[in-house]
């Protein structure tokens, strides 16, 4: 594995969502080089999944983009929270609901080349009504999805945002497997 090895360290920016540094490395080839690093904290990404087993999506300004997104619920893990506590929070502030039920399916990061964010995946089910008001998020505009359209969706641009492309892929590839593993114990129950 070719690693590098970090001569120094330094801050260039301190911010409220990110701070961002630069680092001095010697590279796999021995070369004196600069990484500019992007540190993020933690997040979550949550598929939520409304009583008629719907994707609940969120449509969302984007200023870095300058347009509106629709995406899976995501964000931050706050100082002191866990992955868990932050979906439940999340989901409240974004679609105003509280997941009687969640399970991590999956994780990954979303710009490894020069950022240090890890997003947690997360299925949400049980949706019941509580809301939560956050300062971001007035503006948003749910949207339940039948998870046959998601991918003519991802395929269109309709979603075009990375984890929510990379969560709602993982997503269906699980509901598959589970749809998969029920029908083989209904068929051995038959037997």
Known sequence: MAEEKTVSSSYVFKGRAFDVRIDTVINAEGHETTREIVE????????PLNADGDIVLVKQYRKAVEKELLEIPA????PGENPDEAVRRELQEEIGCYPGKIDRIGGFY??????????HLYLASDLK???LQAEDTS????LAVK???IESMIKSGEICDAKSIAGLLHYLKYEK??????????SKIKK
């Open 75 to 78: 964000g931050g893990i706050e």
């Open 139 to 142: 503006g948003i505009v749910c």
């Open 40 to 47: 993020h904290v933690a997040c979550v990404a949550v598929v």
């Open 129 to 131: 009504p509580s809301q």
């Open 147 to 149: 998870s046959v359209q």
């Open 110 to 119: 979303s710009t490894p080349g020069y950022c240090t964010e890890y997003l």
């Open 177 to 186: 497997k589970v749809k998969n593993q029920k029908s083989k114990v209904k």
